[in-house]
């Protein structure tokens, strides 16, 4: 036992030592998933792509979009995304790829988004059940180990940030696993964070929850109302945060890949939100895009923004040419498929600051491995 604990605390030292030189050479890379609709056709067909692209030039078999990125965000059904592939299994490696994770979505979203037959004049009105997407996302959640339970922010092996809109203070609330890291009273059940960035007003009843202490509340509707693009909110947590990103002084220092979810009224079949909701969630996402491509200097290598101009397949998505926002307004059709503009950000020859860095990968490796491992000798200072 004495000698486990003394060569962890060596590994400790190596591992800082090692840690302390690398993370200095590196970008900060965000990934961030829009809201909007209830398939995820745009960012589901993206991220499968992307792992597997991840995969492929680090020759890395096991390799997942968290190994890749240092934070992710998400807004309603891109929240859920993003918690799936950011939940830890227990031994610090995510629960679910990305693949595991669009498959799960699609066979149990009928679950997920239960129509409810209302009676007389209501039923025009189209509404889901609470019930239902409550029982699927408690199963989604709930931990592998220890006898079960349900997993929270702390849960996760990567920074994760999922907004919604508090009624009760009338203003944005964030859940991030940098704050649930710091206090209990901001320590929330992930499928409660879920539920809550997915109550659209129109489609689900507002979500009332609580932090696991029982000290903070919210009243919970849609974080799309206010932030259905959170790469604003994702870019703003890393440059203040100097607890998990201390090398990080500016835009300069950030990599950003952000997946839209096509146009609220792209012609999903069976969706329809009202007029004005979705007004309200594609002007989010555009003007964010607006604000960061000034913020980025319309730099196409740091910032790349990934976005639909209909709805088919993944695949047809994938082989759908590019569209990008212009400096003073309107949108541009690149040369570039969706699938080739993220197999340019991971390819090594595409751009030195997007290439996919192996050591990265390892990185991340070493680093859950050693959470771990201080989970099983917590009092390894105690060694001498």
């Given at each position: ?90 031994s ?32 025009r009105r ?32 990567k920074?994760?940030?999922?907004p ?125 895009d ?69 050591d ?19 009092n ?5």
């Amino acid at each position: 036992m004495e000698l486990s604990k003394v060569t962890l605390e060596i590994f400790s030292k190596l591992e800082h030592k090692w840690l302390s030189h690398c993370e200095t050479t590196h970008k900060a890379r965000i990934l961030s998933i829009d809201g909007g609709g209830t398939t995820a056709i745009v960012a589901g067909a993206a991220l499968i792509r992307l792992e597997d692209q991840i995969r492929l030039q680090t020759r890395h078999p096991h390799a997942q979009i968290t190994d890749f990125f240092d934070i992710i965000a998400g807004t309603g059904i891109g929240a859920l995304l993003a918690a799936m592939i950011t939940a830890a299994d227990g031994s610090g490696r995510p629960l679910y790829t990305a693949r595991d994770a669009v498959r799960l979505i699609t066979q149990r979203n009928s679950e997920l988004y239960k129509q409810l037959k209302l009676p007389g004049v209501l039923g025009r009105r189209r509404r889901f059940s609470c019930r239902s997407m409550e029982k699927v996302l408690k199963q989604v959640f709930q931990r592998r180990e220890n006898g079960g339970g349900q997993l929270t922010l702390k849960d996760t092996c990567k920074p994760l940030l999922i907004p919604c809109f508090d009624l009760k203070s009338a203003a944005p609330f964030v859940f991030s696993r940098a704050d649930a890291s710091q206090s209990l009273s901001f320590n929330f059940d992930l499928w409660k964070v879920c539920r809550a960035t997915s109550a659209t007003p129109s489609l689900f009843k507002p979500f009332h929850l609580t932090s696991v202490d029982g000290k903070t509340s919210c009243s919970a509707v849609d974080g799309g109302l206010v932030m259905n693009n959170p790469t604003a909110a994702a870019v703003t947590h890393v440059l203040h945060n100097k607890r998990d990103f201390p090398w990080v002084k500016g835009v300069g220092d950030l990599v950003v890949l952000s997946l839209g979810n096509g146009p609220s009224n792209g012609g999903r079949k069976g969706e329809t939100l009202s007029s004005l909701v979705e007004i309200v969630m594609d002007g989010v996402s555009e003007t964010i895009d607006q604000m960061l491509g000034n913020a980025f200097c319309w730099n196409r290598t740091d910032y790349v923004r990934l976005q639909a101009l209909g709805l088919g397949s993944g695949e047809e998505v994938l082989k759908e040419k590019g569209v990008e926002s212009l400096p003073f307004g309107g949108k541009r059709l690149l040369k570039e498929t969706n699938g080739h503009r993220i197999d340019s950000f991971v390819h090594p020859s595409k751009g030195e600051m997007c290439a996919v860095d192996i050591d990265h990968v390892r990185r991340n490796h070493v680093k859950q491995q050693a959470a771990t491992a201080k989970l099983q000798y917590p009092n390894n200072n105690e060694a001498h």
